[in-house]
């Protein structure tokens, strides 16, 4: 069983920062990509970044340039630097990692959700 808690979401002006993280634990052999999802109102869940073991990362067209991600591996911890955030940032914003158990096998965790609200 793994766990992975979020923490960081909050209410933020137009323009300001914030900096989501989510660590993993629990019956953890090793722990592979890691990333963030985000779902508005009324829409489709969406990418936001990923990054691999090895700190590959990868972004949204939408937040290159304004949204860093990066992960502690000591920590099992994945961290999204958020900056110059827009109003259609606004949503709540989902964690996962694939993580290998001790028997060997690869599967998908997901955090709680954390709200991200930008206001104009």
Partial sequence: QVQLVESGGGLVQAGGSLRLSCAASGSIFRVNAMGWYRQAPGKQRE???AITSGSTTSY???VKGRFTISRDNAKNT???QMNSLKPEDTAVYYCYADVTNYS???SRSWGQGT???VSS
């Fill in 60 to 62: 949204a067209d939408s």
């Fill in 115 to 117: 709200q991200v609200t």
């Fill in 104 to 106: 060997r096998s690869t």
């Fill in 47 to 49: 990418l936001v970044a």
């Fill in 78 to 80: 994945v961290y999204l």
